[in-house]
T-cell receptor
Framework: QKEVEQDPGPLSVPEGAIVSLNCTYS??????FMWYRQYSRKGPELLMY????GNKEDGRFTAQVDKSSKYISLFIRDSQPSDSATYLC?????????????FGQGTTLQVKP | DTGVSQDPRHKITKRGQNVTFRCDPI?????LYWYRQTLGQGPEFLTY????????KSRLLSDRFSAERPKGSFSTLEIQRTEQGDSAMYLC?????????????FGPGTRLTVL
């Protein structure tokens, strides 16, 4: 079993829809939770960074972390065709302070005009 | 801030050849990471440097792989005797320790194809 599980999709939604992306994890030591966006053949770009449990909002994006359930989510409101990309969740335990990231498989999102 | 750069962006090589990739991190970043990403998967951690010291290596990093960061600035990743299974995107990321948020910024990657 992988440390981080993410539904690979693909997920197709109409423009303006609310999108929900999710990851589950097994390592209770994870404390830092991130969402990256990756366009085709590009490097990942950091979207959201969250420490421990709770919600964080940035524009159309909201990240939620529920450590008790080992579950994190990313919500995208008023989705746009430019949001079409692969979304990767990533986590870090900071054990030994290496800060290495453990990624999910990535969910491919397509927003249709 | 010019971001993380990687060179080359694409590399096609024949099985058995050696290849070397370069990563230039964001200038004030002392931490540097290498990840490998295969098609349809998320990036997997390979190795980590803090300044010039290589502090962690993944079990994924076989003896054919070696990474250096000689002056604590740019880094190189060399793969010897390449195999078809080495075909992947090799990503470099950098961050700055001591900050509250240890955000890793990724470069555009080097796509390796082994024929």
């Amino acid at each position: 079993q992988k440390e981080v599980e993410q539904d690979p999709g693909p997920l197709s939604v109409p423009e303006g829809a609310i999108v929900s992306l999710n990851c589950t994890y097994s390592n209770s030591a994870f404390q830092y939770f991130m969402w990256y966006r990756q366009y085709s053949r590009k490097g990942p770009e950091l979207l959201m960074y969250t420490y421990s449990s709770g919600n964080k909002e940035d524009g159309r994006f909201t990240a939620q972390v529920d450590k008790s359930s080992k579950y994190i989510s990313l919500f995208i409101r008023d989705s746009q065709p430019s949001d079409s990309a692969t979304y990767l969740c990533a986590m870090s335990a900071r054990s030994g302070n290496t800060g290495k990231l453990i990624f999910g498989q990535g969910t491919t999102l397509q927003v249709k005009p | 801030d010019t971001g993380v750069s990687q060179d080359p962006r694409h590399k096609i090589t024949k099985r058995g050849q050696n290849v070397t990739f370069r990563c230039d991190p964001i200038s004030e970043h002392n931490r540097l990471y290498w990840y490998r990403q295969t098609l349809g998967q998320g990036p997997e951690f390979l190795t980590y440097f803090q300044n010039e010291a290589q502090l962690e290596k993944s079990r994924l990093l076989s003896d054919r792989f070696s990474a250096e960061r000689p002056k604590g600035s740019f880094s190189t990743l060399e793969i010897q005797r390449t195999e078809q299974g080495d075909s992947a995107m090799y990503l470099c990321a950098s961050s700055r320790s001591g900050r509250e948020r240890d955000e890793q910024f990724f470069g555009p990657g080097t796509r390796l194809t082994v024929l």
